[in-house]
């Protein structure tokens, strides 16, 4: 079993910034992509940031130049860097990272964290 914990959260006002930390713990054997997802109230939820293990990275058009995802591996842990924020990035931020649980190949998963709330307002 693997799980994802989320922090960092919180109310923010608009230009403000927020550092998300997500661990990752349990039965790990490696850890593949690792990624940010937000759900806004009535929204589905969407992709904000992804990192590959090698480092490579993806951003959502309305993120780029404002967020910035990292990880480190040995800590099994991504970050989220969100500096210059707005009301429209009020979510629940969600944690997501695709697990191999054992040296088989087939023993790979995709898990979610709880979600933490970040809310822009003045």
């Known amino acids: 079993q693997v799980q994802l914990v989320e922090s960092g959260g919180g109310l923010v006002q608009p230009g403000g910034s927020l550092r998300l930390s997500c661990a990752a713990s349990?039965?790990?054997?490696?850890?593949?992509?690792m990624g940010w997802y937000r759900q806004a109230p009535g929204k589905r939820r969407a992709l904000v940031a992804l990192?590959?293990?090698?480092?490579?990275?993806n951003y959502a058009d309305s993120v780029k130049g404002r967020f910035t995802i990292s990880r480190d591996n040995a800590k099994n842990t991504v970050y989220l860097q969100m500096n210059s924020l707005n009301p429209e990035d009020t979510a629940v931020y969600y944690c997501?990272?695709?697990?191999?649980?054992?040296?088989?190949?087939?023993?790979?998963?995709?898990?979610w964290g709880q979600g933490t709330q970040v809310t822009v307002s003045s």
């Open positions: 997501n990272a695709d697990v191999k649980v054992t040296s088989s190949p087939r023993d790979q998963y995709t898990y």
């Open positions: 349990g039965s790990i054997f490696s850890i593949y992509t």
């Open positions: 990192i590959t293990r090698d480092i490579s990275t």
